[in-house]
């Protein structure tokens, strides 16, 4: 019988003893959050109203708000019910909790950062899935869990997951400004309904926009699926996209799947140029991407051509909310809400001179590389602290 592995695979110097297998029970004083009203908290914090209100919602760390009395002072919390039952997390200072939070408290040093982590990888397997899923206090009671037996250990895990959770938050805050940012630059870089200026602009512009419908600056065109039964339809070179495929990214250069000439030659699908802004017209509407390589894509789709010598690629993919709108309102059906790219042709638009364009589209694409350059750091740092939490814990 292979003998349980009683240390971690990385420790900090100094470190040699075994850790201990625990059950919650043992360590915890096992209690719960109560019942509080989300009109009762502000949503700011303030001399009236301190300490910090917690619920079942893994958004901002669980924060509800904030609320002028508190039940606990430093502890471990547990969301009991819902969707995000088996979720835990460790809470430093005072706070109030609401009901559908298990808390775990101990005036012995056990609630830290480091046991919280090690309990949230091990809690969600006890979570049960009849109805409603739960994770109640009985249960959480009985879980087992491998611990460091020195405190000094406990203490030095917590301060580095601390740190590297610090960390992480600073990063979220940086996306989360630039994208509140670029919310303000949207407002103001675009006329306002019934304006023919924007109150933001480029030096050395100073025209009116001259409102046009989308079909004569571009050219609307759809897609279509070849018959899924014949192979020698599938498995090409030349990308085929769905509407699944459309997400955050600004640009898509790999679709999951191909066709092949005869498969193009024997659908609707057409060939799409590089430029061209994707967007869904389906359940779903008004996802979008630029093709950064030629492609086709299927039925789902009414994707914006743009006539070279009017219209700018990211001029209008940076007004994918007014896409997404107008589709919404326009499209029909019993089934399902399509658009069709009849309708998207009559869509009217503001546009200025084709070099403004260019200049917002520049300007916008530059934010959005940002963007996507800090969600990338803030996806490595997050699968950094997934291997850590691998090797540092038994």
Request: net charge neutral.
């Amino acid at each position: 019988m292979k003998e349980k592995v009683q240390a971690p695979e990385l420790r900090f110097p100094g470190f040699t003893d075994d850790w201990e297998e625990r059950k919650v029970k043992d360590i915890f004083k096992i209690t719960r959050g109560q019942v509080l009203a989300a009109t009762e908290t502000s949503e700011e914090k303030s001399d009236i109203s301190p300490f910090p209100v917690y619920s079942s919602q893994t958004k901002n760390n669980g924060l509800m708000g904030y609320y002028k009395d508190y039940l606990f002072d430093t502890a471990i919390t547990w969301t009991t019910d819902g969707a995000n039952a088996g979720t835990v997390s460790y809470r430093s200072g005072r706070f109030y909790s609401t009901n559908v939070n298990g808390v775990l408290i101990s005036d012995k040093g056990y609630t830290n950062k480091a046991i919280s982590e090690i309990l949230n990888l091990e809690a969600w397997k006890w979570v049960s899935h009849v109805g409603n899923p739960k994770l109640m206090n009985n249960v959480m009671g009985d879980i087992s869990i491998m611990i460091p037996s020195s405190f000094e250990e406990q203490d030095r895990l917590s301060d580095f997951l601390n740190q590297l959770d610090d960390t992480i938050a600073l990063h979220q805050r940086k996306i989360d400004l630039l994208k509140e940012q670029k919310k303000g630059y949207l407002q103001k870089m675009f006329p306002k309904n019934g304006a023919k200026v924007p109150e933001l602009r480029f030096a050395g512009f100073a025209d009116d926009w001259e409102e046009r419908k989308l079909g004569e600056l571009s050219n609307i065109v759809g897609g279509g699926t070849p018959s899924t039964s014949n192979p020698e339809y599938w498995d090409g070179d030349i990308d085929w996209y769905a509407p699944a495929e459309i997400g955050e990214q600004s640009y898509v250069s790999k679709s999951k799947k191909t066709i092949t000439e005869l498969g193009l030659k024997k659908s609707s699908a057409r060939i799409l140029p590089v430029g061209t802004v994707l967007f869904t017209s389906r359940a779903g509407i008004g996802n979008t991407a630029i093709l950064a390589k030629e492609a086709t894509t299927n039925q789902g789709f009414q994707s914006i051509v743009p006539d070279q010598n009017k219209l700018d690629s990211y001029f209008i993919f940076s007004r994918t909310n007014e896409l997404k709108r107008y589709g919404e309102v326009t499209g029909a059906g019993s089934t399902f809400v399509e658009v069709s790219g009849k309708q998207m042709s009559k869509m009217s638009i503001m546009v200025p001179e084709l070099s403004e364009q260019q200049k917002i589209g520049s300007f916008f694409k530059q934010l959005d590389n940002t963007i996507a350059l800090h969600q990338r750091k803030l996806d490595l740092l997050k699968e950094q602290k997934k291997g850590f939490l691998q090797k540092m814990f038994v």
